[in-house]
């Protein structure tokens, strides 16, 4: 006999989601409400599907004050699943640690919170005993190894063993590193499934036994595109089946318009709403980049307006035909000069893309902490990034190629 059971982490309820300044009011309130009606997939699906237990690996909430609202959603959702006789085991993460200072709801017999030491619960599922092992972060910060107080399960009983860790893999130079571990650490624990939370982007560190980040429920911002979700987990007879359940609510990407030999401004509105309703059709309602190829921002089209209006314009245009979605920003991709190393360009513009906020921010550190220089830069938020990006692309583009000093 097997168990089922759902596995998420990172709902970050409560998100604040700044940056999206020309959004339609409607927009912007589906932006705001994304995590909660992200979670509500959630709920739904498990009370639809009634799994054996769900756990949650930490961060539900997306600060440590957590929001009345946030707790609010969190505590009805709970209720549901009390009602459907689910059992919860949920720990808290960076975000959401247990020293913050917030009001505290109450929450359902049916959930288990981990405390700030590694404990272990234990319940019956489907004729099968399983134990759960995990920890919520008494602070923000817990940067030293936890994984060692991890009991290692030894007895070979039939009994189901469960590791619930929020963080990182130590020496990940991308994501602050929290309660760091090696996949090796955890493979040692003769877990039967590993349940990770800490890193938003989906991923399967080991198959058998699988050891897995299902990313967050919902995109958080721009750079976190795709759809989002959660595991539906299978274990017992046979290998461990997981099944990718999506819940995002809104869909954030970057679509390419190809813009080649356009000269009037109605075949561009044609060539990028196509493109929004291809990226709608795949990912239904969203906010898109869009960047546009094969022309450039001097180009003749775009001189008799300045770049805010044709935003305006587009999203005007798009609000019409495709309600469901909004549209960021647009930039342009230059294409590299003919005597360029195509590979070159490619990869340093694909390393620009990957660098998150914070890369970002600690490269401007200097900058930003001058005496005097700071007061006369912008904040350097996904705006400001994003400007400097673009120039950087564009420099690359225009003056490597060249085989000499950017202009």
Aim: aromatic share 10%; charged share 25%; with cysteine.
């Amino acid at each position: 006999m097997s168990i089922r059971f759902i596995h998420a982490a990172d709902l970050h309820l409560g998100s604040p989601f700044k940056g999206f300044t020309g959004l339609s009011t409607e927009l912007l309130e589906a932006v705001r409400e994304s995590t909660f009606n992200a979670f509500r997939t959630l709920i739904r699906h498990a009370v639809e599907t009634r799994p054996d237990f769900m756990l949650i690996a930490g961060d539900i909430y997306d600060g440590e004050d957590r929001s009345l609202k946030a707790q609010e959603v969190f505590r009805k959702g709970m209720e549901e699943l009390a009602s459907a006789g689910i059992p919860v085991f949920m720990s808290h993460g960076n975000h959401d640690h247990l020293a913050g200072r917030w009001v505290r709801f109450s929450l359902p017999e049916n959930v288990r919170v981990f405390g700030p030491e590694v404990g272990t619960f234990s319940l019956e599922a489907r004729g099968k005993t399983v134990r759960i092992h995990g920890f919520s972060y008494p602070e923000r910060h817990v940067t030293e190894p936890v994984i060692g107080d991890y009991p290692e399960a030894t007895a070979n009983d039939g009994t189901i063993h469960i590791g619930m860790l929020h963080g990182s893999i130590r020496g990940d130079e991308v994501h602050d590193v929290y309660a760091p571990f090696s996949i090796g650490e955890l493979l040692s624990k003769n877990y039967d499934y590993w349940a990770l939370g800490h890193i938003h982007k989906r991923s399967l560190l080991s198959e058998e036994p699988p050891v897995v980040y299902p990313g967050n429920i919902q995109g958080l911002h721009r750079n976190e595109t795709g759809v989002r979700g959660f595991y539906e987990v299978t274990i017992g007879e046979g290998s461990p089946a997981l099944t990718f359940i999506p819940s995002s609510a809104l869909v954030f990407g970057r679509v390419e318009v190809p813009c080649e030999g356009i000269r009037h401004a109605d075949e561009w509105i044609s060539a990028c709403l196509d493109a929004l309703q291809r990226f709608h059709s795949k990912n239904g309602p969203g906010i898109a980049d869009l960047v546009l190829t094969g022309i450039a921002p001097d180009d003749e089209l775009f001189s008799g307006a300045p770049g805010d209006e044709w935003v305006a314009f587009l999203r005007e245009a798009a609000a019409d035909r495709l309600p469901g979605i909004g549209v960021h920003r647009l930039s342009f991709r230059k294409e590299p000069a003919v005597d360029m190393p195509v590979g070159l360009y490619r990869d340093v513009s694909h390393e620009l893309e990957s660098w998150e906020e914070a890369e970002w921010k600690e490269l401007f550190s200097d900058l930003y902490g001058h005496r005097q220089a700071y007061r006369y830069v912008e904040p350097a938020d996904a705006d400001f990034i994003e400007e400097v990006k673009a120039e950087a692309e564009r420099l690359l583009a225009s003056g490597i190629g060249k085989g000499g000093t950017p202009e």
